[in-house]
């Protein structure tokens, strides 16, 4: 949820990565930079959390590489389930929202790994006005 109208404002975050020490140094960094993180290691568990009424998150990062589906399955599932969801596809190879149906497009950006906490909470912050946006 959001807090204020501000970019910075507090979001709850989902991380979804199969890497057990990224996924504790993002969360500690996020949760340090005053947002509130889950995490989970696969993909069906990511869908499960998102397909809660109301779904609690207004950012998700995803992976594409998961032990259980695919980033790339997994993705417009997600955008389907929470349509307040705004996602960050991180990835060792580039990607592009291209592929995805023109409504989704600007609920996704990409992500680059490996790259530096402060780089995901740059997208996280310029997303937020989006979420905001679309809230539920």
């Given at each position: 949820?959001?807090?204020?109208?501000?970019?910075?404002?507090?979001?709850?975050?989902?991380?979804?990565?199969?890497?057990?020490?990224?996924?504790?140094?993002?969360?500690?960094?996020?949760?340090?930079?005053?947002?509130?993180?889950?995490?989970?290691?696969?993909?069906?568990?990511?869908?499960?959390?998102?397909?809660?009424?109301?779904?609690?998150?207004?950012?998700?990062?995803?992976?594409?590489?998961?032990?259980?589906?695919?980033?790339?399955?997994?993705?417009?599932?997600?955008?389907?389930?929470?349509?307040?969801?705004?996602?960050?596809?991180?990835?060792?190879?580039?990607?592009?929202?291209?592929a995805l149906p023109a409504a989704?497009?600007?609920?996704?950006?990409?992500?680059?790994?490996?790259?530096?906490?402060?780089?995901?909470?740059?997208?996280?912050?310029?997303?937020?006005?989006?979420?905001?946006?679309?809230?539920?």
């Amino acid at each position: 949820m959001i807090r204020s109208e501000d970019a910075g404002a507090t979001m709850n975050i989902l991380l979804v990565d199969d890497e057990r020490p990224l996924l504790a140094l993002l969360e500690r960094y996020l949760e340090r930079s005053g947002h509130q993180v889950d995490s989970c290691e696969t993909g069906r568990d990511a869908l499960a959390r998102c397909r809660a009424v109301p779904c609690p998150y207004s950012v998700v990062v995803l992976d594409l590489k998961l032990p259980d589906i695919s980033g790339q399955e997994l993705l417009p599932q997600l955008l389907e389930a929470a349509p307040q969801v705004r996602v960050i596809v991180s990835s060792g190879t580039p990607y592009s929202p291209a592929a995805l149906p023109a409504a989704y497009r600007p609920r996704v950006e990409a992500l680059l790994k490996p790259f530096m906490p402060k780089e995901l909470l740059d997208a996280i912050e310029r997303l937020a006005p989006r979420a905001r946006g679309a809230s539920v």
